[in-house]
Nanobody, 127 residues
Framework: QVQLVESGGGLVQAGGSLRLSCATSGRTFGNYAMGWFRQAPGKEREAVAAITYNGGRTYYADSVKGRFTISRDNAKNTVYLQMKTLKPEDTANYYC????????????????????WGQGTQVTVSS
């Protein structure tokens, strides 16, 4: 059974930084592409960033480019989301997601690319 467990969320002031982690178990982590999504109250879930199986390619939503960095450590079965220069509009529940493929069939931003989801970690950015 595949499990994804996020951590690292919290309350931070605007301009601050956080690093989210997503620890996975249940299969060979290094074979699969991974992504981060977020969902704010009353809004749809949106893709934030994604990374292919070996970290060779990364993808970012326009709203976070230059501020967020996705990375992975296959030896630790963990994917990270480093978030800098946080803004109040980044406030959301952040979810880690895993595919069953090395790369993306269509687009990293489509939720149906992903087969497994974590429970989420809350990020709150105060102004």
């Amino acid at each position: 059974q595949v499990q994804l467990v996020e951590s690292g969320g919290g309350l931070v002031q605007a301009g601050g930084s956080l690093r989210l982690s997503c620890a996975t178990s249940g299969r060979t982590f290094g074979n699969y592409a991974m992504g981060w999504f977020r969902q704010a109250p009353g809004k749809e879930r949106e893709a934030v960033a994604a990374i292919t199986y070996n970290g060779g390619r990364t993808y970012y939503a326009d709203s976070v480019k230059g501020r967020f960095t996705i990375s992975r450590d296959n030896a630790k079965n963990t994917v990270y989301l480093q978030m800098k220069t946080l803004k109040p509009e980044d406030t959301a529940n952040y979810y880690c997601a895993a595919t069953s493929r090395a790369t993306f069939r269509s687009s990293y931003s489509y939720p149906n690319e992903y087969d497994y989801w974590g429970q989420g970690t809350q990020v709150t950015v105060s102004s």
